[in-house]
């Protein structure tokens, strides 16, 4: 069913439930890789709050917080202050020093 969620209902999932503090492994696999082939169609702000969710629960992605990355570097002028707050919390957090984003 993950498969067929729309951008905006992957990045509110991961954020409700990292906002609820529950990590259910299973979920966030599918999450991380559904988002994955629909990172391209995330918006500056399902960009930040889903990496946010994934660093406030510790889970270790790195397919997705790469492509999370990549995606945001092409849009970061499209990013408002909070979402590159966020954005930099959850790198920082997750201890992923991000050149193409902070430098």
Not at 46 to 66: E, K, V
Request: charged residues 20%; aromatic residues 10%.
């Amino acid at each position: 069913r993950i498969g067929t969620f729309k951008p905006q209902e992957l990045a509110n999932t991961a954020w409700a439930f990292a906002t609820l503090g529950i990590s259910e492994p299973r979920l966030f696999d599918a999450i991380a890789r559904a988002s994955e082939q629909r990172i391209g169609d995330f918006t500056p702000q399902g960009l930040a709050n889903t990496a946010w969710a994934f660093a406030t629960l510790s889970i270790n992605a790195p397919q997705l917080i790469d492509a999370i990355a990549c995606a945001s570097e092409h849009r970061i002028d499209d990013f408002k202050p909070q979402e590159l707050a966020n954005t930099a919390w959850a790198f920082a957090t997750l201890g992923i020093s991000e050149p193409r984003l902070f430098d």
